[in-house]
């Protein structure tokens, strides 16, 4: 199988580049394909493609734009069985995740489409006599979308429907190592009928590629999700040319646990939490911060529950918990694990690869629990990206809100409690962007904000009408009759 890019309404052969082979991370002896690492000047192609399409798009209305949307939502809910087996083979997650994932990507294209009846600007009262005064929303141009590997169906769909929403026309980079599922994606708008050029997929690295959708002054806004590292570059190179820029990061996200939570409960969520995707999330909860009287209770619960955890390939239905994507990503994670274990920190459980055969051939890692974990600690501050949880210890709440802000990110944070005072007190003091009660910290509803503060977001929001007001500007109109 080979993937194409997607270039003015055509699946284009590049020619002559390097191929890059995508294996199973699960089992690195199957081949899932290859695919072509495209240069500067393909997305050169795909901007003037773009170029080229947006007269006739920003021409449109929202309501007929939001038909195409709505169309091609129909086209990934109908193929959520086959795009969720190809996301396992390429990115490794369980098949129940994946197929979760595509109709998750379909709601948020309907979300997104169900804005186009929205006002998308005002009236209002002038100083002058007679002047009709109102304000418009247009969009900005040609903008690119880069995601990485680990929801390669969500991420794209939080960024590309409102960037078409809003009349733009755009140039998408899947990362490197999920190449397949941004083929699903280009395809679904094909099949939905958007016109030619409106949406063009260029596939290759984030050095050259996404460098290039960055960097070339065309391009009017860059919607990224991935590092901090890469998110900050970006932004100084999109300011260079006054091109907006959105910047989903990383997490640390803490699940705060008081004394008076029901530890059945809790014990789920911070496992789930910490180890569903392999604790390749963004919204992982990677830290608990347990209150010290149930402390003991809670880690002797929850190590029962993380022990019984099955690791394997993620088309078999037994599995909890796929491989992490890719042989660096494990090297990073059991490095990680290392310097816990350097760091002071007690490892309970896991901490290595999980030994038999059918682990041989992929990219395991066992879920891993560390408790005596002090928030100074590297394994308490730095985003581990895999299934490592780190308990730490506070003597009370206000402790505990010190531990949970004491990180330069802040995306999520949740908190396990039936103290009305206390959650209130939680949701006023916290440092993130999205807050749960009782629930760990990932999953989120698609028509709401979704984003992260501090070192974890530009502060722009993505999800419903903020999404599309990144990818919009305001006109602000006055008309007024000749005889006045
Ligand atoms: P990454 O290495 O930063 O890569 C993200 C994307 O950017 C990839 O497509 C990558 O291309 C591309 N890229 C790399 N260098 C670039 C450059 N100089 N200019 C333009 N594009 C460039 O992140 P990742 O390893 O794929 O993903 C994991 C990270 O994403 C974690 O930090 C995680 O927390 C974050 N994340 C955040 C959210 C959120 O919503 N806040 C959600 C999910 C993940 P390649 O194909 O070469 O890699
Ligand atoms: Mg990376």
Redesign the pocket.
Known sequence: MECRNYIGGEWTDLGQVEMREIRNPANTDEIVGRCPMAQREHVQQAVDAAAGAFPAWRALTYQERAKVIERASEVLEAKAEEIGRMLTREEGKTFAEARGEVTHGADLLRSYASLARQAWGGVFSPAKPDTFLYTLREPLGVVST??????PIT?PCRKIPAALLGGNTVIV?????TPFTGWHMAKAFEEAGLPSGVLNMVT????VV??E??RNPIIRAIS????????R??AG?AAGHGAKAQL????KNPLIILKDAELERATDLAMDGAMKGTGQ???ATSRVIVEREIAADFVEMLLEKVKRITAGDGMNPDTYMGPLVSETQRQTVLEYIRIGKEEGARLLCGGGIPSGAEYDKGWFVDATVFDNVDPDMRIARE?I?GPVLSVLVADDFDEAIEIANSVDYG?SAAICTRDVERIMDFVNRIEAGVVRVNHHTSSTDTHVP???VKG??SGFR?HGIMAVEFFTQVKTVYIQPLSR
């Open positions: 880069i995601s990485p590997w680990n929801y991420i980079k899947p990362s490197q190592l290759g690295s984030g050095a996404g460098d959708m960055v990224f999700t991935g590092s901090n590292e890469v998110g570059e970006i190179v989903e990061l990383g997490g999330k963004c919204t985003e990206f995306l979704f984003g992260g974890s977001s993505e």
